[in-house]
């Protein structure tokens, strides 16, 4: 079934990075994270407000995954883990921007929301369906597609026609 965006083709992932993916802001490897509740060193010596470190909008860092944060190179990453161990991300709270992609479901009405993150090289695509929460009718209150948008919620499944599907339930659609 086409609709499963969600698929990955590992092979993409190793050829950007056998293909030497880059980003100017990936130069510098993220700090090891701390230990003890201590908390880890800035890698690029900035100043950050020790609050903001430990808690996203819904709660522990743990809990909170923003891939506006990280470079083009590592949210590439990230969604791969996601896509290859989406159990261990169920119940977190996700922060993305990418691509907005429908596809039409199999029933008159029924449609597919994904935003669609590259990697540095643009050349590799992954989707991760997102479902809006509340009462919005497509294509009258989704954006254009292709648009570039932003999304923040709660990564989530659902089981349909025996096959389990993860998504992000979000709040607000943020078109960039």
């Not at 909008?57 to 896509?83: C, F, H, R, W």
Request: with cysteine; charged share 20%; hydrophobic share 35%.
């Amino acid at each position: 079934m086409k609709r499963y965006l969600f698929a990955l083709i590992p092979l993409c992932l190793m050829c950007a990075l056998a293909a030497g993916c880059s980003d100017d802001n990936a130069a510098t490897p993220a700090a090891p994270a701390a230990e003890d509740g201590q908390e880890a060193g800035d890698p690029q010596g900035e100043q950050s407000d020790p609050q903001a470190a430990q808690d996203g909008p819904q709660g522990p860092a743990g809990d909170y995954i923003d891939l506006t944060k990280m470079s083009s190179t590592m949210v590439y990453a990230e969604v791969s883990n996601i896509m290859a161990n989406p159990d261990d991300y169920i119940g977190k709270t996700v922060r993305m921007s990418g691509l907005y992609y429908v596809e039409a479901g199999a029933e008159p009405g029924k449609n597919y929301h994904y935003v669609v993150i590259e990697d540095a090289a643009a050349c590799c695509r992954q989707g991760l369906e997102f479902i809006w929460n509340g009462d919005h009718a497509y294509p009258k209150d989704y954006p254009k597609e292709q648009a570039r948008i932003e999304i923040v919620g709660v990564f989530g499944s659902y089981d349909e026609l025996g096959q389990t599907y993860y998504y992000v339930a979000v709040d607000d659609i943020v078109s960039e």
